[in-house]
């Protein structure tokens, strides 16, 4: 689905909005965390002296509400809707034109709308390589810079790229073996966060007690997850999100394990492999029957290649083919290119997001990718071009935006990159090679 050069200007209009509703939200809040703070002789001097709930200025989006399909996943959660949701204010004349114009509404809310707005990010590593700056300066640190991009979607995902845990067994015979903080998960959620995947190579790098640990924390932190489980039915259930009338149900697997006995199996607690699709094919057909929407999040490819390997992009068709509507790839510490095949979106990788200090490109190129969809699962994409600088995803502008931009559409497929990103399908796109 591609919007025309007016419905895209009528929805970012829109989308600014929304951001200034927000950002007076926020100020009105902040001064009167102040004023009151003056009434009673209190000083509030630096970030770390305001309250929790303050640290993180996109705070009053609403958690989205989890259906769990078994009925006895650990780890769902479906907080009550907010008792006063955000008034929208009425449209003028031309926004009523495209409903895309209209400020979307804020998930948990309970309202629907035609469209519903999903975004990605890459490999999410909050500890280990940033872990000083992390002690320093806050868990919120890395997500300062691009706070917009993570709050204002209804729904945000990625790859949560290290076992969450204080213990656990570090697993040997592989050369790297992360480990997380439990005190990482509330800023991520605060940040924006709504949906991760745990199918990855790393998700069992502390053991069995490490990977149960992480699904402990998640559901506690309000975070949904899918990818790994206590069997393979529980790895390979879908993680299903409601948000405006939707349902958007998220399935991760992972091409990249360790060992053979880390693949979750009928009496094997693990990861959801797909080193060949009918697993995943199965998961991804019985998804559709539920939901409107079906995005696949798989762990594949090459460390630092820009390109996908042919199997994987036959993956990719394969799960097209079953039923999902978006793919969206990690792993190879690198961007990848776009594809579109049958009116359906592939992002085979989307590189590192929060992950290392001061990577240098092409590992530290990244980026928010939106997408926007209707019940049909036809999206349209946007890619917005960043840049990690000190452990924070920074957005680019200029010519660093454009020549990210125009390296994106270099090693896409049939499809290219226009100057604001968006992800446009040229005449051969959609056709198998």
């Not at 400020?103 to 390589?129: C, K, N, Q, R, W």
């Not at 940033?130 to 709050?151: A, T």
């Not at 050369?175 to 991520?188: C, E, F, I, R, T």
């Not at 980026?367 to 994409?381: F, P, R, Y």
């Amino acid at each position: 689905m591609t919007l025309s050069r007016s419905e895209s200007r009528q929805r970012e209009k829109a989308q600014r909005e929304k951001r200034r509703r927000r950002t007076l939200r926020i100020s009105m809040v902040l001064i009167g965390t102040l004023l009151v703070a003056a009434a009673l002789g209190l000083t509030l001097g630096t970030k770390a002296g305001l309250p929790e709930w303050l640290s993180w200025p996109g705070g009053g989006k609403e958690q989205v509400v989890v259906n769990d399909p078994d009925g006895d996943k650990d780890g769902d959660v479906s907080p009550a809707p907010s008792d006063q949701p955000e008034a929208t204010p009425a449209p003028d004349d031309q926004e009523i034109e495209n409903p895309e114009a209209s400020p979307p509404a804020e998930a948990g809310t309970g309202e629907t709308s035609e469209h519903i707005s999903l975004s990605f990010v890459g490999d999410l590593m909050p500890g280990e390589y940033i872990n000083r700056i992390l002690l320093e300066k806050g868990y919120d640190f890395p997500y300062q810079n691009v706070l917009l991009y993570l709050s204002e979607p209804d729904i945000m995902a990625g790859n949560l790229e290290l076992p969450i845990t204080t213990r656990g067994i570090p697993i040997e015979g592989t050369p790297y073996v992360h480990k997380g903080s439990p005190d990482a998960l509330p800023a991520m959620k605060n940040a924006g966060f709504d949906v991760l995947s745990l199918a990855n190579n790393h998700a069992m790098d502390q053991g069995l007690e490490g990977m149960q640990d992480t699904m402990k924390y998640l559901q506690e932190a309000g975070i949904g997850y899918m990818g790994v489980g206590n069997n393979d039915a529980e790895a390979f259930a879908p993680y299903i999100a409601e948000s405006k009338g939707f349902k958007v149900a998220y399935i991760g697997v992972s091409g990249v394990i360790p060992f053979t006995h880390l693949k979750a199996d009928r009496n094997t607690p693990g990861i959801a492999e797909t080193y060949e699709t009918t697993r995943t094919v199965a998961a991804i057909a019985s998804a559709k029957e539920e939901a409107d929407i079906v995005v696949v999040m798989v762990h594949w490819g090459k460390d630092a290649a820009d390109k996908p390997e042919e199997l994987h992009r036959r993956y990719a068709r394969e799960y097209i083919d079953a039923g999902a509507d978006i793919v969206v790839g990690s792993h190879p510490h690198v961007m990848q290119g776009f594809e579109n095949y049958k009116g359906k979106w592939i992002a085979y990788s989307l590189g590192n997001f929060v992950y290392a200090t001061n990577p240098k490109s092409p590992q530290g190129d990244t980026g928010v990718l939106d997408a926007v969809c209707n019940k049909a699962g036809d999206c349209s994409l946007k890619f917005n071009p960043m840049n990690v600088i000190q452990s924070q995803p920074t957005p680019l502008e200029g010519e660093a935006k454009q020549q990210l931009l125009q390296r994106l559409s270099s090693i896409s497929f049939g499809v290219a990159l226009d100057s604001e990103g968006s992800v446009i399908q040229q005449e051969t796109a959609g056709k198998t090679p």
